[in-house]
């Protein structure tokens, strides 16, 4: 991913962005093919603080064979995005643009087996849980266990390690026109493009200081 000094996140700023979007397109090249796959993200540490994202796919997908040869992939996390058309600036004799928020994460993978697959099933699934339902207590083992044997048989689990991130938060920085900018995003029809409103105005890059929510 192209990025600059100026659209790039420091490191915890990035983990945090991952955390909270939790989704991501994982992207992999392995016997002369391309594969692509949407798919939850978990990013943890290890004890020691090594950095590495714990996912699974359908044992069906092509790229499950990746896993197992230590192939390289890529993960892209996606925030909002808008077009922004001269209009916004204030002015007509602006070039339209596009402003986004990504992050990139690459490593390699680490194959892993039916008992930490399972691990990170439910580490993901308690994560998430607490997140979106207040006090949840649910957990897998409530599924009945023909059901939750059934579907961890059918999906393969990997680790992607030695990691790497970057990441391009294009917001306009060091350009003028941000509070004309801010003003056309806050009057949007979509909440997501309302919430680049603020991110306009205190890039959480290097050279704001506004939090990634």
Known sequence: MYTRDHFSLPLPAMCDFVKAKSFGVLA????????TSPLPVDLRATDDGELF???????????AAAFEAGAPATITVLGPDTYVPAEWFGTRSRIPTWLYCAVEISGRFELSDGARTRADVELLINRLQARAVEGSTWTLDEIPANLSEGYLKNIVGFRLR???????FRLNQRKDGMDSLARA????????????AQLVLQPPTANGGCPVS
Do not use: F, I
């Open 53 to 63: 994202v714990a996912g699974h796919v359908a044992r069906a997908n092509d790229m």
């Open 162 to 168: 030695d990691l790497r991130l970057k990441s391009c």
């Open 185 to 196: 995003l806050r009057a949007d029809s979509d909440s997501t493009v309302r919430s680049l």
């Open 28 to 35: 992999t090249y392995h016997a002369g093919e391309v594969h």
